[in-house]
């Protein structure tokens, strides 16, 4: 029998939804381009936070751009 796991390590296509919304936000926010070095570098904090463990927009929105 499969075992149901709520935490898999993976990205499942709803949160890839999410975090680009979370992103598409900030870098609205700041003014920023997706092409420039700070919004890569606010992508992979971004995952980085996700991946820790926190879920909610609004925690991801604040974590991922504390400076």
Avoid: W
Avoid at 12 to 41: Q, S, W, Y
Avoid at 57 to 66: S, Y
């Amino acid at each position: 029998m499969l075992q149901s796991h709520d935490h898999t390590g993976a990205i499942l296509p709803a949160d890839v939804n999410m975090l680009a919304a979370v992103f598409t936000e900030i870098l609205t926010d700041k003014g920023l381009r997706r092409d420039c070095e700070a919004a890569e570098l606010i992508a992979r904090r971004l995952i980085s936070v996700y991946q820790s463990g926190h879920r909610e927009r609004g925690e991801l929105l604040k974590m991922a751009t504390d400076d």
